[in-house]
């Protein structure tokens, strides 16, 4: 069935259809809506030089292999009664002291693990060693970001035995891993109150899709004339429907909610069915 | 820069089925990109260029079609387009948490050599 009107046709299978537009923004009306479905799945035209052409039409997702691996990745983090996290943000923001903190505060609470992604280095995930949790660093090398097969294989080095919590610290960058499904619950995407309260504004894909929003290092806002009411602004008319925290990991101003809100989301996580969708 | 990687599965996608078309010649490739998918339509063209020579579609035309973000608003009943990329109905201002359209990064079809 045509995945955008429920019109019948098959998404995916080259299919020639007269006049079927999808394309059009602003209504749904099928206007030529005469469906000849031929069975030669493509049609074609004669070019002015006498050269026939074809026209395969395809509807495919550019990123339908990462989107495939990341389901495979959630039914198995699913399974497993795993909250998975995907931090993002740009380089600087504060992830990786924000995620050393949640460890140490979370405590018995829930169990958690790492996987974090750096162009270069393992610096983060020595520092996130000395919170007691398991880490995995994946090195992208040029690579701007975190895709899903990245994290099946790093899962691979994991003891997954009794864990909770599975925090993905992204490539630091506000752009890239915004196209990449990596089969988390959760998106949490980290604006620092140095990076100026329109960084929303600025980079409305990644805000788009945040599940949460943290504003962090809320100790230097004075230090920055932070403007707080205008970013929770800014946030709202990205992403309304996001759960907003204002935190200082190093302060610990804000860390309880934030804890408290992972706890309940982990127990959410266990009481779905996995087999649901 | 994660255009350019998008760009090869898109490439890698349209040398497949050009082959299992038996088609010698790529002539066009038609995208459609949505404004809330990340992807920079310019950045992709500028890959385009970069991995097809040497390639079946080697000097085709790659067409993008951007497509607007396109909210459902539940008060009002009916579907806005976002200009702005916020997610308020410009009508009666209440937010949308239902993105129906701006995220799609497809591969719509292509033309080749008629075999």
């Given amino acids: ?277 | 820069m994660h255009e350019f990687s998008i760009m090869q599965s898109a490439l890698n996608q349209v040398l497949r089925e050009a082959g299992l078309a038996g088609a010698a010649r790529v002539h066009e490739i038609r995208l459609r990109i949505g404004v809330l998918s990340g992807v920079v339509p310019d950045a992709l063209q500028f890959a385009f260029e970069a991995l097809t020579p040497g390639t079946c579609a080697e000097g085709a035309v790659l067409r993008i079609e951007e497509v607007p973000a396109r909210f459902w608003c539940a008060k009002c009943g009916r579907e806005f387009v976002s200009a702005n990329l916020y997610a308020e109905c410009p009508d009666c201002g209440d937010p949308s948490g239902d993105l129906r359209a701006g995220r799609e990064l497809e591969l719509s079809s292509m033309e080749v050599d008629h075999v």
């Avoid at chain 1, 299919?15 to 005469?34: A, C, K, L, Q, R």
């Avoid at chain 1, 292999?65 to 998975?84: P, Y």
Wanted: hydrophobic share 35%; with cysteine; proline share 4%.
């Fill in chain 1, 1 to 277: 069935m045509c995945e955008e009107c429920g019109c019948g046709l098959s998404a995916g299978i080259p299919v020639s259809v007269s006049g079927h537009d999808h394309h059009d923004p602003g209504d749904h009306e099928h206007h030529h809506h005469d469906h000849d479905h031929d069975d030669s799945h493509h049609h074609h035209s004669h070019e002015p030089g006498g050269q026939e052409r074809q026209t395969l039409e395809l509807r495919h997702a550019i990123l339908e292999k990462n989107d495939r691996l990341a389901e495979r990745n959630r039914g198995f983090f699913r399974a497993r009664g795993l909250l998975v996290l995907n931090v993002l943000s740009s380089p600087g923001s504060g992830k990786t002291t924000l995620i050393g903190e949640t460890i140490r505060r979370l405590g018995p609470r829930l169990k958690t693990a790492v996987i974090v992604g750096d162009l270069a280095t393992d610096n983060d995930a020595r520092r996130l060693r000395e919170s007691g949790a398991p880490v995995v660093q994946i090195n992208t090398g040029t690579v701007c970001h975190l895709e899903a097969d990245m994290i099946a294989r790093a899962v691979k080095q994991l003891d997954m035995t009794g864990l909770d919590l599975l925090i993905i610290e992204n490539v630091g960058n506000l752009v890239c891993p915004a196209s990449y499904d990596l089969g988390e619950d959760l998106r949490v995407v980290l604006l620092s109150v140095t990076d100026g309260e329109d960084k929303p504004l600025k980079y409305p894909p990644i805000f788009h899709i945040a599940n949460a929003v943290i504003v962090s290092k809320l100790d230097l806002d004075r230090a920055c004339d932070f403007n707080r009411a205008e970013v929770t602004a800014n946030i709202r008319h990205i992403a309304p429907r996001a759960r907003l925290f204002e935190i200082s990991a190093k302060a610990g101003t804000g860390m309880d909610d934030w804890c408290d809100y992972l706890v309940r989301q982990h127990e959410a996580v266990k009481q779905r069915d996995p087999l649901d969708a």
